[in-house]
């Protein structure tokens, strides 16, 4: 073969496509994932999503879900050594520390992570225990008063906060108002109005104008 014939190649060879070593398990209807795809998806974060289907009882599940998630739960985020993180708002912080987006000024910290608390004790108990007694689950009258009392006060308490700041932290957007706001995208299938916390409903708006943003009905199908 004559030498020009053999000749490196002078343009520079197309990349091989790359895979995201971050693999999150998420599911569909669930909020708790929502959280850790939403600040993915906002953040532009490369990374593999998996759907589980929790119709299926926990042992059968595939097995590399089973051995990540150590409390048979969804999210779970694997990193790329393979470490697995559980619990969403643990990996909302993880992921804000790695990725330096949606973390709040170096300030706003501590009140970031206060939200995260309150979420998951309120907001992020009752809204999503009312709207899974209503929509699977069937519950008696007296639970659903609880539930439904409890939604109705913690929506209270963000409109209250949200009422003077566009967002929960005054920097910005941040990982409180992606864990908060997680369920609430679904308020209609609790019977609440959005309507009635005109700050919480305007709220939601700002975060679902936000560059990149994807409902969860989208952001979790398979
Ligand atoms: N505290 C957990 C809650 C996670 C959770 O409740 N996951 C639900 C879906 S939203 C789940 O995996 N349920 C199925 C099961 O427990 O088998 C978190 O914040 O990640």
Redesign the pocket.
Known sequence: MPDRQRAMPTTTPAQAPTTPSLLLYG?V?????YKVRSLLLLSATAHRYQCIS?DTP?APRPAAFVAASR?????VLVDETGGAH????AILIHLAQHTHRFGGAPAERGTVVEWLFWE?NRI?FSV?NLRFALRWAPQPADVLDYLRARATADLATLDQTLASTEFLLPSGPTIADLACSAYLFWLAETGIAAEDFAHVARWLDSLSALPSWVHPDKALAP
Do not use: K
Request: aromatic fraction near 4%; charged fraction near 10%.
């Open positions: 599911a209807g669930s909020g708790h994932s929790l926990r409390f048979g739960e969804v999210p559980c619990q969403s708002n998951s992020g999503p």
